[in-house]
Antibody, heavy 121, light 106 residues
Framework: EVQLLESGGGLVQPGGSLRLSCAASGLTFSNYAMAWVRQPPGKGPEWVSGISGDATRTYYADSVKGRFTISRDNSKNMLYMQMNSLRVEDTAVYYC??????????????WGQGTMVTVSS | DIQMTQSPSSLSASVGDRVTITCRASQNIITYLNWYQQKPGKAPQLLIYAASSLKGGVPSRFSGSGSGTDFTLTISSLQPEDFATYYCQQTYSVRTFGEGTKVEIK
């Protein structure tokens, strides 16, 4: 069974930093692109960042570009998100999610349970 | 970014009812449209991809249709476990989601 388990969330002041981790199991991790998706309280999900299976390509939403850095360690089956210069509007549950390619289509077919990030003074 | 607008934002229905949720894209996304179900405190789960293809293991009472800018998720006979929030997501460009439709018990 494929499982994703996030950790690293918490309460941080505006301008602070956090590093999220996602441990993957039950899959050949390096075969799959991965993403971070966040969901502010009471709102819809928002794609934040993605990374290719071999880590050569990374992608960011405009809202986090220059502040967040996605990375992965395929030898450890781990996905990371370094979040700097955090803002109040970054408050959300952060999910790691696995991309599933379906021909020319894709979807997030496996999600972790999420980790809460609260940015507040 | 492409904006995704869902309607209604919430609805009340009874077990056995036929339920239809609509998603409209701000530009043509062909059929690059997914549907997810989310229950309280849980992560979203994929139901339908490519507008109308059912993910394996998803009950056949769920169906999707549409192309271009207008899409529909239909639950043919609502079951107790279907009370949840449903989100559409476009994968034509930078991934964006709708704001959700909450299906509540009448």
């Amino acid at each position: 069974e494929v499982q994703l388990l996030e950790s690293g969330g918490g309460l941080v002041q505006p301008g602070g930093s956090l590093r999220l981790s996602c441990a993957a199991s039950g899959l050949t991790f390096s075969n799959y692109a991965m993403a971070w998706v966040r969901q502010p309280p009471g709102k819809g999900p928002e794609w934040v960042s993605g990374i290719s299976g071999d880590a050569t390509r990374t992608y960011y939403a405009d809202s986090v570009k220059g502040r967040f850095t996605i990375s992965r360690d395929n030898s450890k089956n781990m996905l990371y998100m370094q979040m700097n210069s955090l803002r109040v509007e970054d408050t959300a549950v952060y999910y790691c999610a696995k991309y599933h390619g379906l021909g020319s289509y894709d979807a997030f077919d496996i999600w972790g349970q999420g980790t809460m990030v609260t940015v507040s003074s | 970014d492409i904006q995704m607008t869902q309607s209604p934002s919430s609805l009340s229905a009874s077990v056995g009812d036929r339920v239809t949720i609509t998603c409209r894209a701000s530009q043509n996304i062909i059929t690059y449209l997914n549907w997810y179900q989310q229950k309280p405190g849980k992560a979203p789960q994929l139901l339908i991809y490519a507008a109308s293809s059912l993910k394996g293991g998803v009950p056949s009472r769920f169906s999707g249709s549409g192309s271009g800018t207008d899409f529909t998720l239909t639950i043919s006979s609502l079951q107790p476990e279907d009370f949840a929030t449903y989100y559409c997501q476009q994968t034509y460009s930078v991934r964006t989601f709708g704001e959700g439709t909450k299906v509540e018990i009448k």
